[in-house]
Structures are given as structure tokens and as C-alpha cells.
């Protein structure tokens, strides 16, 4: 994906890239480095042979206590943390973790 304007900042690894609503790609690289820089180049690996990797995580069966959203399949909360002093990230499903 070629820039025009604007950059993807470091740490955005495995962000979606979208086309008509879908999900078709995840960022895992590029030279789009600093806020100082406008435009470039960010890879992203395709979605569709990531999917089967992750699935049993993504369309979880309606048994293992996530929300059913009324197609059979269920859903599981994602809690995410940023640290604004070291710019990190931290992803948890777990409630109490969260608390």
C-alpha cells in the first residue's frame, strides 16, 4: 500500500487493512517510520490465508462463554491498554486481568 499523506506509525503491526467493509490485510511492515515523514510504503499480508490460523479464535463456538450474537457463532471481549509513557499496547480477554 502506497501513501499519499499521512504514515502508519510504528507499533501498529497486525492493524486491518479494509476494502468495502471486509477485512483483506494486516500491516507487519513498511518504511513509514516517523511523524516528521508524509506518505510511503506499509505491507500487509492477506487476510484470507491468516483467517484459518486464527479462526478458532475469531468465530469461537457459542459453548466457550462468549456472547451469542444470534448466528451460532460467539463473541469474545478483547480489553486493550495503552501505556502513553512507553507507547505499548496490552490486549487481555480476561475480566479479571481487565479489573
Known amino acids: 500500500m502506497n501513501w499519499d499523506q499521512g504514515l502508519t506509525q510504528p507499533g501498529s503491526s497486525g492493524?486491518?487493512?479494509f476494502l468495502n467493509g471486509l477485512l483483506v490485510g494486516t500491516l507487519y511492515g513498511g518504511d513509514d517510520q516517523t511523524c516528521s515523514r508524509t506518505g510511503g510504503n506499509s505491507i500487509y499480508g492477506r487476510f484470507d490465508l491468516l483467517f484459518p490460523n486464527v479462526?478458532?479464535?475469531l468465530a469461537a463456538d457459542t459453548g466457550t462463554?462468549?456472547?451469542d450474537t444470534g448466528t451460532g457463532q460467539a463473541r469474545?471481549?478483547?480489553y486493550?491498554?495503552?501505556n502513553r509513557q512507553t507507547g505499548?499496547?496490552?490486549y487481555t480477554a480476561s475480566a479479571?486481568?481487565?479489573?
Open 15 to 17: 492493524s486491518g487493512l
Open 55 to 57: 479462526q478458532k479464535w
Open 65 to 67: 462463554g462468549g456472547v
Open 76 to 78: 469474545t471481549a478483547i
Open 80 to 82: 486493550r491498554f495503552f
Open 88 to 90: 505499548a499496547h496490552f
Open 96 to 99: 479479571s486481568e481487565r479489573d
